[in-house]
């Protein structure tokens, strides 16, 4: 399984990224998908999810209303949409793939990651 992560670069605040996140060696269609992110010195964070057939999404508080999480099943994909970044947003990105559950927010719950791709936001 190979969960491969794009997108990220140097984004002034208030700036938009899309990040991207390739899937294969999977039947993507029966893995809800996450995001997380990791800032120096600080522990992995969820981010956001997306339920199996895209439908249902989820997100902390903290992006909500400027982040948004989609799927495309047909491409095996998952993107992240971030507007109006922040400083705070700066952070090494992981998109993860969950068989068993779906919107979960805990790290344990998700069986493949990616290696990341790193977002810095700067004033």
């Known amino acids: 399984v190979q969960l491969q992560a794009s997108g990220g670069g140097l984004v002034q605040a208030g700036g938009y990224l899309r990040l991207s996140c390739a899937a294969s060696?999977?039947?993507?269609?029966?893995?809800?998908m996450g995001w997380f992110r990791q800032a120096p010195g600080k522990e992995r964070e969820f981010v956001a999810a997306?339920?199996?057939?895209?439908?249902?999404?989820y997100y902390t508080d903290s992006v909500k209303g400027r982040f948004t999480i989609s799927r495309d099943n047909a491409k095996n994909t998952v993107n992240l949409e971030m507007n109006s970044l922040k400083l705070e947003d700066s952070a090494v990105y992981y998109c993860?793939?969950?068989?068993?559950?779906?919107?979960?927010?805990?790290?344990?719950?998700?069986?493949?990651w990616g290696l990341g791709t790193l977002v810095t936001v700067s004033s």
């Open positions: 997306v339920s199996r057939s895209g439908v249902g999404v």
């Open positions: 060696g999977l039947t993507f269609s029966s893995y809800a």
């Open positions: 993860a793939a969950d068989r068993r559950y779906s919107d979960t927010i805990y790290l344990s719950d998700y069986d493949y």
